[in-house]
């Protein structure tokens, strides 16, 4: 088992699905499949699971205890993110003690969507959230970061004050879709006294984010294109402008399509990829979520086939 809470979010972690049966109960056989899938990439620094890719919001406090154990299970030596998705800072704290337990490696905060409506003029509640979830537990906090339009981002000077008063928050995962807000996060988080690294989640637009300074990434895309994405992580480290610019002209059709609105369906979509792509037998996704239709499956294959992934592609191995 890793070593806990001494882990440090950086590189590449992508975020995996949570495959269900045909009578929306999880699929575990398969489940567990997917995740030795994405964790064969040479070089990724964790997983993600009970997070917005494995429809954490419709998944019972039972049923994410036993994801978290199934995913620990099949991957003894990979660091595991829990992510933490609760209205209440009550629930927040009996899930982070929770996946303490079961031996998370570090956990991943949502918003709660009880402070949309004008949280951001009351960061003490944010502030409060965070501070009870971090009384349960020393695991390492990362910040899911959501855009300040939709009343749940926390302003960078909030961000601030939870890396002064918060000691276990070490990471933001950087979703404000903001390009000039997104460089102050790096600028600023990166450079305090205690550095706070920034993971973009800005997968449709990764190389350019990427290209700012970014500590690493943390993305439900990486459910499918974790090698695209690693690949792309090296190229920018090394400084190879040239081979990135190559590595992301095959991750483009991908998160054209996987985030073309509405938006709520990316990880639909990444589902229905993973079938094409044979490593799934099949895409059900939880009520309200539906099943994507027979023309929308079809620009998801043009984009594979563009991409060169997959049996679908030319013949290049996918992860």
């Known amino acids: 088992m890793p070593t806990r809470n001494k882990f440090v979010p950086s590189g590449v972690i992508p975020a995996c699905l949570l495959p269900f049966n045909d009578d929306f109960s999880i699929d575990e056989k398969n ?117 300040m339009g939709g009343g749940l981002g926390h302003t960078l000077e909030t ?16 979703w404000c879709n903001d390009g000039m807000l997104h460089e102050r996060h790096i600028r600023v988080l990166q450079n305090l006294s205690r550095p706070i690294s920034v993971l973009t989640t800005h997968s449709a637009w990764l190389m350019s984010s990427l290209m700012m300074g970014c500590n690493g990434l943390l993305s439900g895309a990486g459910s499918v294109i974790a090698d695209l994405q690693m690949d792309l992580w090296r190229a920018v480290q090394s400084g190879d402008l040239v081979l990135a610019q190559g590595i992301n002209d095959r991750i483009y059709p ?24 044979e ?4 895409a059900v996704v939880r009520p309200p979520l539906c099943k994507l239709g027979h023309r929308e499956i079809e620009v998801l294959e043009r984009a594979i086939k563009e991409a060169d992934i997959g049996p679908l592609g030319a013949g290049r191995r996918a992860a």
């Open 31 to 147: 489940y567990r499949k997917h995740l030795r899938d994405v964790a064969a990439v040479e070089g990724l620094s964790a997983v993600t699971v009970n997070a917005h890719a494995s429809e954490a919001h419709a998944c019972s406090f039972e049923e994410q205890q036993r994801v978290l154990g199934v995913s620990l299970s099949e991957l003894p030596s990979m660091p595991v993110v829990n992510g933490i998705y609760a209205d209440g800072s009550a629930y927040a704290a009996k899930l982070a003690s929770m996946a303490d337990a079961e031996g998370a490696s570090a956990l991943l905060v949502f918003p709660p969507n009880s402070i949309a409506m004008g949280g951001q003029l009351r960061p003490e509640m944010a502030l409060s959230h965070f501070k009870m979830i971090a009384d349960s537990t020393d695991l390492p906090l990362i910040v899911f970061q959501y855009p």
């Open 254 to 277: 991908m998160v054209q399509a996987f985030y073309a609105p509405p938006f709520l369906d990316m990880h639909n979509r990444m589902k229905e990829v993973a079938v094409l792509l």
């Open 159 to 174: 961000l601030v004050r939870m890396a002064e008063e918060i000691p276990s928050v070490v990471a933001i995962k950087d």
């Open 279 to 282: 490593r799934l037998p099949r």
